[in-house]
């Protein structure tokens, strides 16, 4: 690991807008987010593009796309299926996020542990979330849109309230009113994807 170039500290904008939507990234998938490639050169302020690079455990990947092995087998054979599909098209949903919310030419991936570790474990990377080792861990409660989703938040407390900090979503109802949880928590959800839906009285996920 190291640090984030001085280019990037130095424009405090530009590392605000990051930092900002790589928290809400690391709420997300409930993992650490990491700049990678050629932005961390110290003589490129102004990278072609940015890598970002997020690692996930291997049952968390399985669960949101498909089996790891065959993930990486039909990226050497071309021949697709759901596996293959379903993970571009979630690079792209979050891409597409960057470029709004970060003004960046942002290209986010999100990686098996086992490949990350293969590819990117000896390559320089620095850590662009704030999140603490603990966030992921929360007494009753359970990060938004990890693995299945909101399937997940339905066994927590159910009358405890959403709460947002260090970039981190948890919620504790799937069914707490945007009236409930406050204009802040909303636009945050709506961030990460969710919306109220006001038919089924319910968060939902946004499936594309």
Known sequence: MTALPDHLTANRERAFLLRRWANSVAGLYGEAVWLCGSALRADNPDPRDWDVRLRMPHDAFEARYGNPEAWEAEGATGDWTGVRWRWPAENVKQTRRAWRHVRLNVDFQVYPAAYWDRVYGTLPRARLDTAPPSAAASSGQFVVGLRVGMAHL???????????????????????????????????????????????????????
């Open 154 to 208: 339905s066994r927590a407390a159910p009358d405890a309230p959403v709460e947002a900090g260090l970039g981190i979503m948890y919620i504790g109802d799937e069914r707490a009113a945007p009236n409930r949880v406050g204009p802040q928590v909303v636009c945050a959800l709506n961030e990460l994807g969710w919306s109220w839906c006001g038919t089924v009285q319910r968060w939902v996920a946004e499936t594309h």
